[in-house]
């Protein structure tokens, strides 16, 4: 046939370059400690988004008059920039409405308090838990998984068709099919491209 096919696979991971500059009465030792592992990085000209990168190599620094100047590589394995303070959202009503205002699907953070066995439905994802003893149950949308404390709670959750719930760019329906269910609270872990 004529033209092309394109398939997305998804999103890729990449590098940033940033040039920063010491003052002379800047401690080098400190800014070579705080420069490396992974933490949140958050550009002035994106305020209150960050992405999670990585300094990958060691920094060398170059002395300039009075200033020493460096490239830092910021390695960003996860695409995606994030909302830096996001409050959670309580849903008490069903069908309750959660709404998302990032540009991408979020993965949300579930924390459901419950009893017995219920049955619940988000943005068209039918799942299903069985309490035991516990209030609540967090059920994690981006591990995929499902945790009471530091105890492993998947055992007792059921997700029809094995694909965890995600949150649509707009307004998404959580709806309590059957079962108890007094509130859900929502971190809806907003994302950006």
């Known amino acids: 046939r004529d033209g092309a096919t394109v398939t997305t696979l998804g999103r890729l991971p990449y590098t940033l370059?940033?040039?920063?500059?010491?003052?002379?009465?800047?401690?080098?030792?400190?800014v070579i400690a705080w420069l490396q592992g992974t933490g949140m990085l958050?550009?002035?000209?994106?305020t209150g988004k960050y992405v999670t990168a990585t300094v990958l190599s060691q920094i060398e620094y170059t002395k300039l008059?009075?200033?020493?100047?460096?490239t830092v590589d910021f390695f960003v394995a996860d695409p995606y920039r994030y909302v830096k303070s996001e409050s959670?959202?309580?849903?008490?009503?069903?069908?309750?409405?959660?709404?998302?205002?990032?540009?991408?699907?979020?993965?949300?953070?579930l924390k459901v308090y419950g009893s017995g066995t219920i049955d619940m439905?988000?943005?068209?994802?039918?799942?299903?838990?069985?309490?035991?003893?516990?209030?609540?149950?967090h059920i994690d949308c981006d591990t995929m998984d499902a945790y009471y404390g530091s105890f492993s709670k998947n055992r007792s959750l059921t997700i029809v068709g094995d694909v965890f719930p995600t949150l649509s760019v707009g307004n998404n329906t959580l709806a309590l099919n059957s079962g108890t269910v007094t509130k859900v609270e929502v971190t809806k872990r907003t994302r950006y491209l």
Do not use: C, H, W
């Open 121 to 137: 439905t988000l943005n068209g994802v039918n799942f299903s838990y069985v309490f035991d003893t516990n209030a609540y149950v």
């Open 88 to 109: 959670i959202q309580s849903i008490t009503t069903f069908p309750g409405t959660i709404a998302n205002s990032g540009t991408a699907i979020a993965k949300p953070l």
């Open 42 to 46: 958050e550009r002035y000209d994106d």
């Open 65 to 70: 008059q009075s200033t020493k100047q460096a």
């Open 17 to 30: 370059q940033a040039d920063i500059e010491l003052m002379p009465s800047a401690n080098i030792d400190n």
